[in-house]
């Protein structure tokens, strides 16, 4: 292969020059070298623009990325159209050639950005694209040329100088060199004073070199006491500029599990004191909402201390902060308007000449299909919509507490699907409504209908309760439709559960000698009801009964919590949805898991 002359000018200008690299330099400037080549190149200059394009935007610490899971590997990879993995730049075409042409740089260049990347290349990919035992002078090439670069000033940017000098150390531990290992950890030392000085990033240093087998106790111990200087900084509440309680929890947590190491006990309740003492403060200073999460901190850290009194204090005070804050909250309303066409086109799908079959399509019609509502959510961040909200975790309040809190799509998938379910309920209750008073007037129906249907599947002992739900539902007596059918549904889960072969009994925490009946926490926890129910229904029920992140309606009855504004229409007509749905809930359950699977 022959590198074209206008990357070989790129590359020598450095050389000659001899001066500091700046971060992604010879990436940009061999892409536009590249770009400039055009597409005809002979095969000699193509695979010689292609070795050193390969080398200089390779990725550095892709240890837990495909296809190397090494040191180096692609910036990034996509499915092709054919479905196989494709990366860039295009690894599967890095051969012993490119790895042969690499090694002949090595001793070229006295420049130690050059020669660092050159060495290391071949140190870490001998075996996987070279085909070649790693070479021991590879590797010292690489140590030398990391911390000269440093030392000489020719690595200005800091990341990069504590990049340089952690890959140097990686290096010489590989190969059981301890006076290079010496050298890249003194190194590592002086950079780590800079960053406590100020410069940032100590938390590099720092667990870079604490996680170094060898490191001596000396030199531990000089690391934790370095951290205390910052913690005592962060924890200064007389100082605006320094006082920061996310910081001091951030070394806290590093501190904690040095002195958890040397088995000083009292050194890290001291450290979750401090935490909590922060966050407490912190609580002092924002509205009433902040002060909440704060304030969950710092009952979180005073618990870990065992300072009980001190978790009671904070507890109290959030729940007075939550109280507050929901007078400080503001409302935003959204009108959906329906005309009278589309709800009566869409009627016309769900009532039938048949009664049965009318509640069939109307149980099947508003269960939510889990697969539709990921795609939704996904999509919606792909063009852009809501892509922020997607990002930022969202604190779920009750009357005194958080009830629950959404990470992130890609780390919460499963809330923001309950979470969107939720929101989809308030959009669907006008269809839902409308359906179920059409049926009632084209069928003349009453509640013995209703619960005739739910009865369908065996699962109530005892339907005078449903009756009596049920009628105060078409009496529009909301109040005692929702406290009478909530414990209903909940016991006919719990029957479910015991016809599949669970246990639908477990001992009382206190009492061994007593048994209590499961609740719905536990019901939707048993993988053999959630394999039957499917994802469709074990969403649908989970969302109505007893998630927090949905409405949670089986725990708010059952603990006191639930708020009259949730005593409504919309709520009651849910309830005899779900009648509905349990009177034909397992051919519903093996509609959906069939539809999911293609079928």
């Not at 923001?416 to 409308?434: D, G």
Request: aromatic share 8%; net charge negative.
């Amino acid at each position: 292969m022959k590198v074209p002359v206008e990357f070989e000018n790129i590359i020598a200008d450095v050389e000659k020059r001899h001066e500091p690299l700046p971060s992604h330099y010879f990436q940009t400037e061999l892409m536009k070298a590249r770009t400039a080549l055009g597409k005809d190149l002979d095969a000699d200059l193509n695979a010689g623009a292609f070795a050193e394009l390969v080398a200089w935007t390779l990725t550095t610490e892709a240890w837990g990325f495909e296809p190397w899971h090494s040191y180096f590997g692609p910036f990034g990879s996509w499915i092709s159209i054919d479905g196989k993995k494709a990366f860039a730049p295009a690894v599967d075409q890095v051969d012993e050639a490119i790895f042969q042409h690499w090694a002949s740089r090595v001793s070229q260049f006295r420049h130690p950005g050059l020669q660092a990347r050159y060495a290391d290349l071949c140190w870490e990919l001998a075996r996987t694209v070279g085909n070649a035992k790693p070479d021991f002078r590879h590797a010292v090439a690489a140590v030398d040329a990391y911390l000269e670069g440093v030392s000489s000033g020719l690595v200005t940017e800091f990341h990069e100088q504590i990049a340089s000098a952690s890959r140097a150390l990686d290096i010489a531990r590989q190969i059981r060199d301890n006076e290079r290992a010496e050298a890249a950890i003194v190194m590592l030392l002086q950079l780590h004073d800079k960053a406590v000085a100020g410069e940032g990033w100590w938390w590099k240093t720092y667990d870079r070199l604490i996680a170094d087998k060898a490191l001596t106790d000396d030199r531990r111990a000089y690391l934790a006491q370095s951290l205390e200087g910052l913690a005592a900084d962060y924890a200064d509440t007389a100082s605006a500029e320094k006082f920061d309680p996310f910081q001091l929890e951030n070394v806290s947590e590093r501190l904690q599990a040095y002195y958890n190491r040397v088995g000083s006990r009292p050194d890290v309740v001291r450290l979750q004191e401090t935490v909590g003492r922060a966050f407490e403060h912190t609580a002092g200073l924002g509205d009433n909402l902040r002060a909440s999460s704060m304030l969950q901190s710092a009952e979180n850290a005073y618990l870990d201390a065992g300072k009980q009194e001190d978790a009671k204090r904070a507890r109290i005070a959030r729940i007075k902060a939550i109280e507050v804050s929901r007078e400080e909250m503001q409302s935003f309303e959204t009108t959906q308007t329906i005309t009278m066409e589309e709800m009566d086109a869409f009627v016309s799908t769900m009532v039938t000449d048949d009664p049965l079959h009318t509640f069939t399509r109307i149980a099947n019609q508003f269960v939510p299909e889990v697969a539709q509502i990921e795609a939704q959510i996904k999509k919606g961040g792909e063009d852009g919509e809501g892509s922020i909200m997607n990002f930022i975790p969202i604190a779920i309040m009750a009357k005194d507490h958080q009830a629950a809190m959404l990470g992130g799509v890609e780390d919460d998938l499963d809330g923001r699907v309950i979470h969107h379910a939720q929101q989809n309920v308030q959009w669907t209750s006008p269809y839902l409504h409308r359906a179920l008073q059409a049926a009632i007037e084209k069928h003349e129906l009453n509640p013995y209908a209703v619960t005739g249907f739910a009865e369908r599947s065996g699962l109530f002992e005892d339907s005078s309760f449903l009756l009596e739900g049920v009628g105060a539902w078409f009496a529009h007596d909301h109040m005692k439709a929702i406290h009478v059918l909530v414990p209903q549904v909940e016991r006919a889960l719990r029957t479910i559960t015991g016809k599949l072969g669970e246990p639908v009994t477990r001992k009382h925490p206190a009492m061994l000698d007593r048994e209590i009946a499961i609740g719905m926490g536990e019901i939707f926890g048993n993988k053999v009801v959630k394999d039957i129910l499917g994802a469709d229904l074990t969403l649908y029920f989970k969302l109505i009964y007893s998630d927090p992140r949905g409405l949670n309606l089986r725990n708010s009855i059952a603990h006191g919590t639930l708020e009259r504004g949730m005593i409504n229409a919309v709520i009651s007509d849910l309830l005899i949805h779900s009648l509905l749905v349990l009177g034909l809930w397992d051919q519903l359950a093996d509609h959906r898991k069939k539809k999911a699977g293609g079928g």
